[in-house]
């Protein structure tokens, strides 16, 4: 067993507080299942990447991604950048791109102890990360949006048969490890050429896995049946821009944005980064929830170790995501849920039950 060599990158506003906060519990949850400390390998994105390299994403940062087995990223505040630095994607969109991370899977879980509107959801929205209707993201080069009028504006969106079925392996074979059902959505009735193709691509995959029951629905019944009866979902696959807005949707059903953990990954390469954004007016108060950046950790340890057949990672993985349910259901949570505990409280409570677990 080698030990793993991950980039840590702060970022901007709230980043500050919650990276180091999931850097300490790694390091916590890896020495208590005996496997080797985690090499960290810290690098800038933001406001110091400006003021360190004239630009919020370096290539000194991008090159130094290549040397690494994956990273944490903290989260970005792109809308108080000057202007010169507010041109072309975000740092995440860039670097989405640069490594082709072409899944994003987002988790949404209520936990005891949280209050939710969708008290027993347990599903897992597998994101197709690289296409769809995101300008950054579906090019060779330039933006897919266009304005030949100041009055009128279009946008293009892509589907490829390849990235469909890509993304529908990725649903598929993680359905095998939970409930074995996928459910496809799209919107086909309207877009019958591009999502009636991601469709029929999932369709095709899942003929594949005979053992997990297949099922689609249409987006906007889908948002629905999120509100009504999300206990009845186990993982669904969809693409760019409706996996966006339906993994938000489930977050907040199932508790919050501040518990919705996130992981953006290709066959070779993955990056921990939490649903949330930067919340610039409460950073450096030690009000922030690391919750969601702490699980998303945890999901980079459980692929890292599936990805190199060691299940030492998957092993520390599981007590950070028990330690996390464990203190939520003590009472013990953030301002953003009501709680009254600090990030470097809530921390400590994390902490102190991944030793003992």
Known sequence: MNPSRLGLIEGDGIGHEIVP???????????????????????????????????????????????????????????????EHRIGPPPGGLIRKRFGLFANIRPARAFAGVRSVAHDMDLVIVRENSEGLYADRNMFAGSGEFQPTPDVAMS??????????????????????????????HKANVLPLTTGLF????????????????????VDAMAAHLVRCGSDFDV?????????????????????????AS?????????????HGAAPTIAGRNR????????????LLR???????????????????GAVAA?????????????????SEFTEHVLARVRRR
């Open 263 to 275: 992981l953006n990954c290709s066959e070779t390469q993955a990056m921990a980064q939490a649903a």
């Open 156 to 185: 293009v969106g892509v589907v490829t048969r390849l990235a469909s079925e890509r993304i529908a392996h990725t649903a598929f074979r993680l359905a095998q490890s939970r409930r074995k059902h996928v459910t496809i959505v």
């Open 303 to 321: 692929w890292l170790g599936e990805q190199r057949k060691e299940p030492v990672l998957g092993r520390a993985a599981g007590r950070i995501e």
């Open 199 to 218: 469709r029929d691509a999932c369709r095709d995959v899942g003929r594949s896995y005979p053992d997990v029951k297949v099922t689609d629905e249409h």
């Open 21 to 83: 906060a999931t850097q300490r519990v790694v390091d916590e949850a890896v020495a208590a299942v005996g496997a080797l400390a985690v090499e960290w390998v810290p690098l800038l994105m933001g406001h110091k990447a400006i003021d360190a390299h004239g630009a919020p994403l370096s290539d000194e940062t991008l090159n130094a991604l290549d040397q690494v087995d994956g990273w944490i990223l903290g989260p970005h505040d792109s809308a108080s950048y000057s202007a």
């Open 327 to 343: 203190t939520f259901e003590a009472g013990t949570a953030t301002a953003d849920l009501g709680g009254l505990a600090s990030t």
């Open 288 to 299: 922030a929830n690391p919750t969601a950046l702490i699980l998303s950790a945890a999901m």
């Open 236 to 260: 669904v696959v969809t693409e760019n821009l409706f996996g966006d807005i339906l993994s938000d949707l489930a977050g907040e059903l199932s508790g919050s944005l501040g518990t919705a």
